[in-house]
């Protein structure tokens, strides 16, 4: 699928998500996006804040990924690392940015602009800002690298600000059918053989059960629509010849 | 924090979460299961329904935690690969398992355990089975890697009977203090003190934003319950320096 877009990988940094306090709510907002400017996110890590886990996260994935996503660590308490941790990822010093300083001093009260939130204007060498709506600390940039909040809606209105200057590929886009009681094991064998016909598309099969009947969802997904619309025109007659009505697009939720 | 626990990372397999098709609802609940039986949960990894990827990824993880979980990709349609990458993994045959031939078969009615529904009962060789009671097909173990099925209630239903077989550590519980109308920014020097008197704690800070007030959560989080109502009394005293009054526990949702 999209063998030719640039592909992403999203780290998730923070302890609240691993020890179940919070629900995640970063990943799916982000997968979204990012399929909509063609940039398939291929790999999620949720890692605790802990400096020798973030530094070699980040390290790995950088070189695997054409971009790397951060969410959450960039505030002024003690367990806010990420910033830090990405300047040694990089080996650059961790210094006041000369602008998300300025920026910040501006916004506080004269004496209130304290060590903790002068470390939100403390970034690696070189880095280059992430603006957004909704706070006045910035995320940033450096390298493939792209550092957010983890706050979800400081995330989203960073990410909304960064979306159009990010070069991807062709749009992703996704085509769906579905059927009531037809169990996935009945058209699997059938299924397999159309996705054997179309490598380029990713075909998924997800069963679901919903008070007005089980049934399951095939979903198409890749760049290339007229294939896609053949798989769901393959998928369609296979149904039918179950004898079973397929509707178009996914079941209501 | 919870040095003598053992740890355990989870791999999400399936396009599904990476697309943004699907909010995921495993981490959570694993997450929180997993704390209570003293299993902290240290990574998760979302990764695509890619052999190479999924076979490298087991590997990678395997080595380094005591337990890997894997949900998703064990049904029955040609993007269900997880049980023949783990299979790979170990370098061991995948191979119809006895058992679970024999209760599948047996629920199928004549002709209906067809080929597709057969790969449900293949699987790595010496692998034990999973049981759960919301469907017929089980997940499996093999070595430190628990396979089980994605779709939350059959996940659900599988950690349930895995659970209370699991060797655990001492159970890690959390305490919270919060304070409304106080930004983060004032309290971080301090709380960053309390951390550093409390290294086997793990102290979390969280904004939040709701109607009735915006302000902060402090969350500790171990295994030493003492240690916990200490950084819990401390956090207070330190809240009600600034003036403010300190809530036990989170914040209402």
């Known amino acids: 699928m999209a063998a030719g877009n640039p592909t992403a990988c999203l780290l998730v940094i923070g302890n609240e998500v691993l020890s179940g306090r919070t629900q995640d709510a970063n990943i799916k907002f982000l997968?979204?996006?990012?399929?909509?400017?063609?940039?398939?996110?291929?790999?999620?890590?949720?890692i605790p804040d802990v400096a020798e886990t973030i530094i070699k996260t980040v390290n790995e994935t950088r070189a695997m990924f054409d971009y790397v996503f951060t969410t959450g660590g960039i505030g002024p308490t003690h367990d806010d690392i990420t910033s830090a941790c990405v300047a040694a990822a990089f080996g650059v010093p961790w210094e006041p940015h000369p602008e998300a300083w300025t920026r910040m001093e501006r916004?506080?009260?004269?004496?209130?602009?304290?060590?903790?939130?002068?470390?939100?204007?403390?970034?690696?060498?070189?880095?280059?800002?992430i603006d957004n709506a909704m706070s006045v600390a910035?995320?940033?940039?450096?390298?493939?690298?792209?550092?957010?909040a983890g706050v979800p809606r400081v995330m989203q209105s960073m990410f909304?600000?960064?979306?159009?200057?990010?070069?991807?590929?062709?749009?992703?886009?996704?085509?769906?059918?579905h059927v009531i009681g037809l169990p996935?094991?009945?058209?699997?064998?059938?299924?397999?053989?159309?996705?054997?016909?179309?490598?380029?598309?990713?075909?998924?099969?997800?069963?679901?059960?919903r008070s007005n009947g089980n049934g399951v969802a095939i979903v198409a997904k890749g760049t290339d629509l007229v294939a896609m619309d053949a798989v769901i025109a393959d998928v369609t007659a296979l149904i039918e010849g179950f004898g079973r009505v397929a509707v178009a697009g996914e079941p209501e939720s």
């Open 184 to 209: 996935e094991g009945v058209i699997a064998e059938g299924l397999g053989q159309i996705q054997a016909r179309y490598p380029h598309i990713d075909i998924g099969s997800y069963p679901f059960y």
């Open 31 to 46: 997968a979204t996006g990012l399929a909509q400017i063609g940039i398939p996110l291929r790999e999620v890590r949720v």
């Open 107 to 129: 916004s506080y009260k004269p004496g209130d602009f304290n060590a903790a939130r002068q470390r939100m204007a403390t970034m690696p060498r070189g880095a280059t800002l």
């Open 160 to 177: 909304e600000w960064l979306s159009p200057r990010l070069h991807g590929g062709p749009q992703i886009v996704q085509r769906a059918a």
């Open 138 to 148: 910035p995320g940033f940039q450096i390298g493939n690298v792209y550092v957010m």
